[in-house]
């Protein structure tokens, strides 16, 4: 099969890709919305059931994507960069495994072809967070879970 043949995760880096493929390597999970805490002095990340106040629990996605960043200041545009040096990104997460060339997960709706299979496979959080206006600050603690790290396997 030629290199244009093949779709376009498989034939580019993530820096060679266009604003509208990058993008599309987004699956819909919201594992990176939810709320981590970082230990000051060991660095260790710990992941929380919280998710930001603009998410849509159903859709798994930013309820105001184009404004994210201006309405929550600390909201990260994903970068090439960022993909390779966040350590909390998801080993699922579909930007993470282009770069480390693991390809697309056959749950990844560029795979599959629909957007629902990233929540039947279990990789999204759909059903699993609280959106954080529903949290006391002094709670947050109590709201630390494992999940939103761990791998989906791919079968």
Same mark, same amino acid.
């Given at each position: 099969?030629?290199?244009?043949? @093949? ?5 580019? !880096? +993530? ?9 599309? /390597?987004?699956?819909? %999970? ?39 960043? @201006? ?5 990260? !545009? +994903? ?9 909390? /990104?998801?080993?699922? %997460? ?62």
């Amino acid at each position: 099969m030629h290199d244009s043949e @093949r779709p376009f995760w498989e034939t580019k !880096q +993530l820096d060679e890709m266009t604003a509208k493929e990058w993008e599309s /390597l987004c699956d819909g %999970c919201g594992r990176c919305c939810v709320h981590k805490l970082e230990d000051e002095d060991s660095g260790e990340i710990a992941y929380t059931d919280i998710v930001c106040f603009l998410f849509d629990c159903d859709s798994c996605r930013c309820g105001d994507y184009a404004n994210r960043t @201006r309405r929550v200041p600390d909201c990260l !545009q +994903l970068t090439p960069e960022l993909v390779r040096s966040l350590p909390w /990104l998801p080993q699922s %997460c579909a930007y993470r495994r282009i770069e480390e060339g693991r390809g697309l997960a056959w749950w990844h709706p560029l795979v599959s072809g629909s957007r629902d299979t990233v929540h039947a496979a279990g990789a999204s959080v759909r059903g699993r967070v609280i959106l954080e206006q529903h949290v006391h600050p002094a709670m947050v603690d109590e709201r630390i879970t494992d999940w939103p790290g761990e791998d989906v396997p791919d079968q």
